[in-house]
């Protein structure tokens, strides 16, 4: 069903797969010599990413991207920031949805005050703005935005439309204003791995029964880790570009950092439909094209899918659940264990009737589930039947308002609500802990992109828990139409496969979208809630710093999620000091107030007081600073004071920059770690300010509560970083410790030197 190469691939007039170890066979097919270095220019996404690429240099890449897109979490930050930046207008089109923070309900005002921000912002600088329940973020950008040879740069993990020829990427928002302020982002150019598809699907699977299947096989073992992974073979032109989309956009769950698909002749339908054919053109590889891997898989192999909790890749065939149902479910117990630390029981063996699972709730929506082929695919097995009155329910929510006219003049919702769905608007929360989050201790199957813990909504501070595993809205369906019994789609398998053609009527988006691009309006004034705070002050990097180490996570992966909650914060992301007081919360609830504690220092040094006179204990600590290698000119002056996160490989999931401006105004200064999950999670540790530090050997000479001193730090910066002296200051004689740092870009170590990004623009 799916196979990885141990190394390279050469793929052959789109056709031929030749693993590297079989270059022979591939020259002599060829009738000449293969070339790896040629043969990467002849990949798809070789010629999208030179094409953008500002640098003169083809390995070391500065892209210019085509147009730029946020939502109502990420937007406001994003333009406070190029604002004090000295933003005038947006130089692309920039795209403003309301899609995450669409329920102005809990807060009081503060939603709809940014939603509010948000359209004087398109009306001021000429921005794209599209209200709340219209559209899903991807969505529209599929449906009005992306296009073959384009890339788009979102403030957003899941963007990802590389099915439709366009290569993107999701990033922090501190990237999105180097655009905006006419950068460029930067990245060595990465590898790329085919994923070469042969055979069909089974018309009872669907495109997340693919995904998951895609994200257990390369997760674990880190196979495309900042990679670009390109979609080619026959079996692309099996599936629909609407299906493929639904694939595509879980490809951020494997950790790469983009997607490209070829494109073909229902590509060009898709983008004809929704009235820019123009935007169509055919990509395929070159008739010699190398890849640093390939995953091969047979599409017609692939079978109904689950992902359990916590993770995408905790996945298993329902099938193979099903068979042993008592064994897998004790294994996810075990973890729940983990991930509540005793705050609160969750079960899951209880929920076997029977010998077999009783879900509690089902959701189909987002950008990967609220398609229309899945929703329409999810009414035809539903049609006719009845979900009963029992304990499962199910909620649908359209992608964006086109989908939803379209499946309700079809009668296909109708069809659902007969069935005893209930039908919403578009809508993101129940991705993210936002919205639907399921009783107690339940279990809840869901066609969005994300289960990772407690993203659901619940809160084991407070004894609540529960969590999601992922399906497909085919299963997803099938589970419903057997009043909420796990099901896989096969045992409906009949239904499936005649998805009315979908018509696209763009009216609403006419009606109520604000497009402003190239129109800006320098005279508006923007709407500012109660809420929506201006970024505090940040000094620059001292000459040395001295960090407390204020929390050590030890977990393999820490993420997003974890270093600042989803869900509940939501409405505070608009106020860096009030969604400050979340960091770590679910994580390491004594985190702020330790880092608080430090920043205060920081803050008594930056006003000029005599801390060392003040403070016997830092006062001991500076005469021990001056009396180790490069603490001898160590002072108050030139020492800046900050809290460190250790943590083993943090950065896992969502772009949200706010994981680490939430460290930095409340003290951080630094992280420690053995990797970073992602690079944008790295990108937003640097465009903050904060020292991103990798440590050699384990972390067993620091624990919380110790300062750890590094001398020189701005002169290391311009050095070596493959080797930073620093000292844990410990009782007794500080025991050196050896850090060092991924390399850095020239604007990346200027940045840090500098406070921030905002501190780095207004200095240029």
């Known amino acids: 069903m799916i196979e990885l190469t141990k190394n390279g691939a050469y793929l052959l007039n789109g056709r031929d797969l030749i693993p590297e170890e079989n270059k022979a066979l591939g020259e002599q097919k060829l009738g000449r010599k293969l070339d790896r270095e ?45 604002r004090a930046s000295g933003m005038d207008h947006f130089p692309m089109p920039y795209v403003l949805t309301c899609c995450h923070n669409s329920l102005c309900a809990v807060g009081g005002t503060i939603n709809e005050d940014d939603h509010l921000f948000g359209l004087t912002a398109a ?35 899941h963007t990802r439309y590389g099915a439709l020829g366009t290569l993107a990427v999701g990033e922090g928002g501190g990237e999105l204003d180097k655009q905006i302020l006419g950068d460029t982002w930067d990245t060595d150019y990465p590898e790329v791995v085919a994923v070469y598809l042969t055979g069909r699907p089974q018309p009872w699977v669907g495109p997340q029964d693919i995904a998951l299947t895609l994200c257990r096989a390369v997760f674990k073992n880190g196979y495309v880790k900042n990679k670009v992974m390109e979609f080619v073979g026959p ?61 091969q898989v047979d599409l017609s192999q692939v079978k109904p899918m689950i992902a359990l909790p ?23 117990e075990k973890k729940a264990e983990e991930v509540s630390q005793g705050r609160a029981p969750y079960t899951l063996t209880d929920k076997i009737r029977d010998g077999k699972l009783q879900v509690q709730q089902g959701v189909i929506g987002g950008c990967s589930g609220g398609n229309y082929s899945n929703v329409a695919e999810a009414a035809a097995l539903l049609r006719g039947r009845s979900m009963g009155s029992g ?3 199910l909620n649908v929510y359209p992608s964006s308002l086109p989908v939803y006219m379209d499946l309700m003049k079809k009668g296909l919702l109708g069809d659902l609500m007969a069935a005893g769905a209930v039908v919403k608007t578009a809508f993101c929360g129940p991705c993210f802990g936002a919205g639907d989050t399921p009783n107690n201790n339940g279990l809840s199957i869901r066609h969005n992109t994300r289960n990772f813990p407690n993203r659901e909504g619940s809160k084991p501070g407070q ?39 979908y018509h696209f009527d763009d009216s609403a988006y006419k009606a109520r979208v604000y497009n402003g691009f190239g129109k800006p309006e320098p005279e508006q004034k923007l709407f500012y809630g109660p809420n929506i705070k201006d970024w505090p002050e940040m000094p620059e990097l001292g000459e040395n710093v001295l960090l407390q180490v204020c929390s050590k996570i030890l977990d393999p992966v820490t993420t997003t999620d974890e270093l600042i909650p989803s869900g509940e914060t939501s409405s505070y992301r608009s106020n860096p000091l009030g969604l400050a007081e979340f960091t770590l919360s679910r994580r390491d609830p004594g985190y702020v107030a330790r880092t608080k504690a430090v920043k205060e220092l920081e803050l008594a040094r930056e006003a000029g007081k005599d801390l060392l006179l003040e403070n016997p204990e830092l006062g001991t600590l500076f005469r021990r600073i001056q009396g180790i290698p490069g603490g001898e000119g160590a002072a108050l002056s030139n020492t800046e004071i900050g809290s460190l996160v250790y943590a083993t490989r943090p950065g896992d999931g969502s772009a949200r920059e706010q994981a680490a401006s939430c460290q930095r105004v409340i003290g951080g200064l630094a992280n420690i770690t053995q990797d970073y999950a992602t690079k944008r999670y790295r990108s937003n540790v640097i465009n903050w300010g904060m020292l991103p530090f990798h440590l050699k050997g384990e972390p067993e000479g620091f624990e919380v509560g110790d300062w750890i001193f590094v001398p020189g730090i701005r002169e290391a910066l311009d050095g070596s970083l493959d080797q930073i002296r620093a000292w844990v200051l410990k009782e007794g004689e500080p025991v050196e410790l050896t850090l060092f740092i991924k390399p850095l870009t020239q604007e990346e170590k200027e940045i840090i030197k500098a406070g921030c990004l905002i501190n780095y623009n207004r200095k240029k």
């Not at 709340?132 to 040879?149: D, F, K, N, S, T």
């Not at 995408?312 to 193979?320: M, R």
Request: charged share 20%; aromatic share 8%; glycine share 8%.
């Open 38 to 82: 040629e043969g990467r220019k002849g990949t798809i996404a070789w010629g999208i990413l030179q094409d953008h690429n500002t640098s003169g240099s083809p390995d070391h890449l500065k892209i210019r991207y085509d147009a730029l897109t946020s939502h109502d979490l990420t937007y406001v930050g994003i333009i406070q920031t190029a």
């Open 123 to 157: 009306q001021k600088y000429g921005g794209i703005f599209v209200p709340p329940h219209v559209a899903v973020i991807h969505q529209y950008m599929r449906e009005m935005h992306a296009g073959c040879g384009k890339m788009i740069l979102g403030s957003d993990s």
């Open 463 to 501: 004894g609540q828990m529960a969590a999601v595993a992922l399906m497909d809205a085919r299963s997803i369906a099938a589970t419903a139409a057997n009043n909420g019994i796990l099901t896989s789609a096969e045992v409906y398998g009949d239904v499936f496969g005649s998805v009315p053609e």
């Open 391 to 393: 304990e499962f329910a």
């Open 235 to 295: 079996g692309v032109s099996s599936m629909s570009t609407d299906y493929r989309n639904a694939v595509d956009v879980m490809t951020t769950e494997t950790t790469c950092l983009s997607s490209i698909w070829r494109t073909d002749e229902d590509t060009r339908a898709f983008l004809k439909e929704h009235h820019r054919e123009a935007d169509y053109k055919e990509l395929n590889p070159g008739e010699v094209a190398y890849y640093d891997g390939c995953i």
């Open 310 to 332: 916590f993770h995408p890749s905790n996945a298993y065939t329902i099938d193979e659940l099903n068979a042993n149902l008592e064994d897998i479910l004790r294994e996810t």
